[in-house]
């Protein structure tokens, strides 16, 4: 199958600062990119749609002031947690979907996730 | 920090043993359902797909059912493996408007395998 990779595996930071992870299609063009966050022994929860050339879609009660999502190409996204506190301590996991898909009833590719710890 | 949630549900079996784990859809305009196995510290893996014109699907080991009715999925796994122990979650595609293409998980199911 397709792989999605996403860098870094997992991070430690300090309260306050910027965290940026990035998501990239090694063997397929996404025009789509999905970005998700997942507490501890809980599912996946959608942040963010990210599109290339335009703007995320965020959803609802997801800050895009302090998430914010850039998919500069078709390969890339990457997601920045501003100003990070340990409360957005999480897995961040982001997944894509080939451009070349028959519509949407095709396989998303995940992103082996990463560990973000805001000390 | 972590945020308080419900836990996953859990299912233990003995390797060799059929597993069922059953999962709970919300839209009942949703035409494509996905099967996801998530190790430990690793991203959602593609287990099994059905779209909604179909009430079941076989793969290797696996198999999906789809009741429509009362918006149901269940995954079965003929003779589970340890290798099989793992977080499952089923996911809902959204195929319209401003939602296209999105996922929507459920809860998801602890599978523990014992040897």
């Known amino acids: 199958g397709a792989v999605v990779s996403q860098h870094p595996s997992w991070v430690i930071c300090k309260s306050g600062t910027s965290v940026k992870i990035e998501c990239r299609s090694l063997?397929?063009?996404?025009?789509?990119m999905f970005w998700y966050r997942q507490f501890p022994k809980q599912s996946l929860m959608l942040m963010a749609t990210s599109n290339e050339g335009s703007k995320a879609t965020y959803e609802q009660g997801v800050e895009k002031d302090k998430f914010l999502i850039n998919h500069a190409s078709l390969t890339l996204s990457t997601l920045t947690v501003t100003s990070a506190h340990p409360e957005d301590s999480s897995f961040y996991i982001c997944?894509?979907?080939?451009?070349?898909?028959?519509?949407?009833?095709?396989?998303?590719?995940f992103g082996q996730g990463t560990r973000l710890t805001v000390v | 920090g972590e945020s308080v949630g419900l836990h996953l549900p859990t299912l233990s079996v003995q390797e060799g043993d059929n597993s069922i784990i059953n999962c709970a859809y919300s839209n009942s305009a949703s035409d494509y359902f996905i099967w996801y196995k998530q190790e430990s510290g690793k991203g959602p893996q593609f287990i099994i797909d059905i779209r909604s014109n179909m009430d079941k699907r076989q793969g290797q080991r696996v198999t999906v059912l789809l009741n429509k009715t009362v918006k149901h999925l269940s995954l079965q796994i003929a003779a589970t493996q340890p290798g099989d122990s793992a977080v499952y979650f089923c996911a809902e595609v959204h195929a319209g408007g401003t939602s296209y293409g999105k996922l929507t998980f459920g809860q998801g199911t602890i599978l523990t395998v014992h040897p």
């Open positions: 997944s894509a979907r080939d451009i070349l898909g028959q519509g949407v009833n095709t396989e998303a590719f």
């Open positions: 063997d397929f063009q996404a025009t789509t």
